[in-house]
């Protein structure tokens, strides 16, 4: 079971007038959770719909809610859990490997079963490799669990009121919330619902750091209360097999460096591929890209979103529809993940490939009206740089996997178009975020992960895509060096402070990134997969030194030396022009940033 959006608000009834019924006295935390979550964004988990009010202690009440997007296990398992000895676990996450991961169980199922035998919670998590958020009470020691997995790829919001008792933690909010913040993804927090007052713990997921510190603080800091940090939950030890591949001499840095033509892209990439040791980590890198997309393209009922509507009513139905969507601008990352789903993917159903282009308000206002929404329009309206690489890798793709039905859907967003959604829908799911490039990242994505326009090259009109999985290329220039700011602190800093940056930003992509994807492509009924931002993916890159993994020096420009790991891999699947494409940002390819504007600015518009 997953992407479950799920809501735990928290009362002491003990401050709340005793003439109240215990329903009232959760009602004033719930209602607005309960509304924004499960009515306004009811899309997001659309397969069912529980809400339960429940005394957690004598002291504490809680109102419970949880609408379900069914992705794992051969039936729904409805939410929230609760076991024989009063144990209750809402659970928005995939397992998707280590020793808890069974291929016919919900996944939720498994969780509670083994947080119901076990005394060490935090310990339990250690055996759960996928992304997820969650809430456990454990009843026996009254302490309320919550928090996100290591990397935090799943979403959970909380609001704490110290005056009134009351606590809501829920996977999406609005800006009805007051004072809302993103659990941060730094460990598991714990609390101990024996006390009549709200108190916190943290049990930090990896020995605390300068970035666990500055969170912490920031954290108490909004809160108003003070977090007890407790034991480090253990990390799993080093892998063997991660270790094979690693090259600690550093040769092929002096190989790099002594190259002559590293300006000629194809004989560079060429000659790297002939390095035993460069190939091999090629190799090793293709092994675990191939299992991270291969477990997240299978893990799902076999059926697409308009069919398990009808498998939901009880009817049996053969469905050969697309379930599989890809996130396609035509670059480097989307066009790898592309290849390798291919392969996993049964070849009778199509695979959507995702594009997203807004308006051209310059080419727009300057057209005659009687030629508006004609094709020649809408071809130079929306012939933004993303359309355009992603029909170029488009055909690089069929040359490849001549054999698959591709669905290139070009997702076309007018001005008015964003204005209406950014403003009745975007703006709640980015909340707390605010600033102008959560704005047109966020946007993009919601048009994005919609996935409703016209597919190239047919006669189907308006088609919106019937996947449940959407792949994302998210997490890959900060794991193998794409930004263009890599390049500078390299120049300017060296190679050490490279490696921190390179650390620093995969520690932090949670609370930039992922928490907000999150909301914004779950509110389609549809659940983001990342496989670059798998455990076993990013334990092996991270062992590997920089140059191993980029080399955005002067003798290598963008399009060669940023990603040259991942170029590499690219090239070795049998891309040609996809593998030198330079990085293209997000927000600029689809054109909907304004690049006058500073990105770390509060948006006026949300």
């Given at each position: 079971m997953t992407d479950t959006s799920i809501s735990a608000c928290v009362a002491n009834v003990s401050d709340v007038n005793p003439s109240h019924s215990f329903a009232h006295a959760t009602h004033s935390c719930a209602r607005n959770a309960f509304v924004r979550t499960h009515g306004h964004d009811i899309k997001r988990g659309p397969d069912k719909l529980v809400t339960n009010f429940i005394s957690l202690t004598d002291v504490?009440?809680?109102h419970l809610a949880a609408?379900?997007?069914w992705t794992q296990g051969l039936k729904l398992a409805e939410q929230p859990l609760i076991d024989p000895n009063g144990n209750i676990l809402l659970w928005n996450g995939d397992v998707f490997s280590g020793s808890l991961a069974q291929n016919d169980t919900s996944d939720s199922i498994t969780v509670l079963n083994a947080f119901s035998k076990s005394l060490n919670i935090t310990n339990t998590l250690r055996y759960i490799q996928g992304p997820y958020s969650f809430i456990y009470f454990q009843k026996s020691s009254k302490l309320l669990y919550f928090g996100r997995d290591i990397i935090g790829r799943h979403s959970l919001l909380l609001q704490l009121n110290n005056e009134k008792s009351t606590l809501t933690i829920t996977s999406v909010g609005g800006k009805c919330f007051q004072n809302i913040l993103e659990v941060p993804a730094i460990g598991i927090f714990v609390i101990n619902l024996s006390d009549v007052k709200i108190n916190l713990t943290c049990y930090p997921w990896k020995e605390p750091d300068v970035i666990f510190e500055n969170v912490i603080e920031e954290l108490k800091n909004a809160l108003d209360i003070n977090i007890n940090v407790k034991d480090t939950i253990t990390e799993k030890?080093?892998?063997?097999?991660?270790?094979?591949?690693?090259?600690?001499?550093g040769k092929d840095f002096d190989y790099l460096e002594t190259y002559p033509c590293l300006r000629d892209f194809n004989n560079t990439i060429e000659h790297l591929l002939k390095n035993e040791i460069v190939s091999g980590r090629v190799e090793f890198l293709s092994k675990l890209l191939h299992e991270a997309v291969e477990v997240r393209v299978k893990t799902k009922p076999n059926f697409c979103k308009n069919c398990i509507s009808i498998v939901l009513r009880g009817k049996s139905i053969n469905c050969n529809h697309g379930k599989v969507g890809i996130l396609f601008s035509g670059g480097l990352d989307s066009a790898i993940l592309t290849l390798i789903a291919h392969k996993y993917v049964p070849q009778n159903e199509p695979i959507d490939l995702i594009n997203v282009a807004f308006e051209k308000t310059t080419i727009a206002s300057q057209q005659d009206k009687h030629i508006k929404n004609t094709h020649l329009y809408v071809s130079q309206v929306y012939?933004?740089?993303?359309?355009k690489t992603g029909r170029q890798t488009l055909s690089e793709i069929l040359q490849i996997c001549p054999n698959r039905k591709w669905n290139f859907v070009e997702v076309n967003v007018t001005q008015a178009e964003l204005?209406?959604?950014r403003s009745s829908r975007i703006s709640d799911l980015l909340y707390p975020l605010c600033t102008i490039l959560d704005e047109s990242l966020g946007c993009a994505m919601w048009f994005a992960s919609r996935a409703k326009g016209i597919v190239s090259n047919t006669n189907i009109g308006v088609y919106e895509s019937p996947c449940r999985i959407l792949l994302l290329g998210i997490g890959a220039d900060e794991l193998f060096g794409g930004y263009m700011r890599h390049r500078t602190i390299l120049?300017?800093?060296?190679w050490n402070a490279l490696k921190q940056e390179l650390n620093d930003e995969l520690a932090k992509i949670s609370q930039r990134n992922l928490g907000r994807d999150d909301r914004i492509v779950s509110d389609h009924g549809r659940q983001s997969r990342l496989p670059y931002l798998d455990e076993n993916v990013i334990e092996y890159v991270q062992q590997l030194q920089p140059w191993e993994r980029c080399f955005p020096?002067?003798?290598m420009p963008p399009g060669l030396g940023d990603k040259l790991l991942l170029r590499l891999l690219g090239r070795k699947l049998g891309l040609q022009n996809a593998a030198t494409f330079p990085k293209r940002a997000f927000q600029f390819g689809s054109r909907i940033a304004n690049s006058k504007e500073n990105a770390k600015d509060i948006s006026q518009r949300l």
């Open positions: 504490w009440c809680c609408s379900i997007l030890e080093l892998s063997n097999k991660l270790i094979t591949h690693l090259n600690p001499t012939d933004v740089p993303d359309r204005t209406k959604y120049k300017h800093k060296g020096t002067e003798k």
